[in-house]
């Protein structure tokens, strides 16, 4: 309990920052359970292949893990760029599992168990394949941005990462619900959301809403890549397995089919997680996370906000 009283400002800081990414993974979740009422296992894949997209876009202007760190100037580019990239990369990859995984079972009208077994095998199709592309190998990420923390107050300091982070991920997050609330896409995706007969009789077409739906999950998946390179410092074939679990747990924890909920779940997730391992040991750090999402659900089991993306107000 003295490490949780002692180190609370770090702890805080450092849970907000990997709850960005839990929240930014989370989205890509929330929005396909939201408009076909499927979890996409497939999504902590597509964010794997973000990973390696980020750090081949680095290695393209010959940077390694053991390149001497660039300017500010310089590594806001690269990661600007990096961003860029895992994004399109992560948005087409997700687009093809929907086109090649799970539109034609929609077209057969098949049973939700196929929906299922299907996510899961897309999964391990891109896992696998990534790892026999990549030889299985850890790739390790070049040092971007400085570790000296540029805000002090207190006891309370960030650094660039740290900052970076939180920054963008508020900027995707309140991006795309802005999207979702504000604009006709938007207002076709809650109309899917809500009832796909009846959108679809008013002239909204829903398989490229689905598609839509599917790009923007993975754009945000591509953002939440990048941040999770820079923080871990290495990526791997396999990377998204736990990370992705998480983020499911978040979507769930914020209510599933909720955007603000999924971005309040990774919060949330991310600092519990942090908190408990300052009280029993770094290696409850996962135990705690999915212990208190079982307690949560036990008495609110539509997730602390509830709310579907088909009910959201406009």
């Not at 696998?128 to 790739?139: C, K, S, V």
């Amino acid at each position: 309990m003295n490490e949780l009283i002692n180190g609370f400002p770090v702890l805080t800081v450092t849970g907000l920052t990997q709850g960005a990414i839990y929240a930014l993974i989370a989205l890509g979740y929330t929005l396909v359970y939201g408009v076909l009422r499927l979890i996409n296992f497939a999504h902590s894949d597509v964010f794997m292949i973000g990973t390696f997209g980020a750090i081949w876009t680095w290695s393209a202007f010959g940077l390694d893990a053991n390149s001497p760190r660039p300017s500010l100037g310089e590594a806001f580019g690269l990661i600007v760029l990096a961003i860029v990239v895992a994004a399109l990369l992560c948005g087409f990859f997700a687009m093809l599992v929907e086109v090649t995984a799970y539109r034609p079972l929609r077209a057969r009208n098949a049973p939700p168990l196929a929906f299922l077994i299907t996510a899961i095998g897309a999964s391990f199709v891109l896992s696998e394949g990534m790892g026999a592309f990549t030889n299985r190998r850890q790739l390790g990420v070049p040092a971007m941005l400085p570790t000296d923390p540029v805000v002090s107050l207190g006891g309370w300091s960030l650094t660039p990462l740290q900052i970076s982070t939180l920054a963008v991920a508020v900027l995707a997050m309140v991006g795309l619900d802005w999207f979702v609330q504000r604009t006709r896409f938007g207002r076709g995706i809650r109309a899917v959301a809500q009832d796909a007969n009846t959108a679809a009789l008013m002239g909204v077409n829903k398989n490229r809403v689905i598609l839509l739906v599917f790009l923007i999950g993975g754009l945000m998946a591509g953002v939440a890549a990048v941040m999770s390179d820079m923080k871990a410092a290495s990526t791997r074939f396999n990377v998204g397995f736990l990370i992705g679990l998480k983020a499911f747990a978040a979507a769930v924890l914020g209510g599933i089919g909720n955007l603000r909920g999924a971005a309040l779940g990774g919060i949330l997730l991310g600092l519990v997680e942090n908190y408990g391992s300052a009280v029993f040991g770094t290696n409850f750090r996962d135990f705690i996370g999915f212990l208190v999402l079982i307690l949560l659900l036990m008495f609110r089991p539509t997730g602390l906000l509830g709310e579907s993306l088909g009910r959201a107000r406009a």
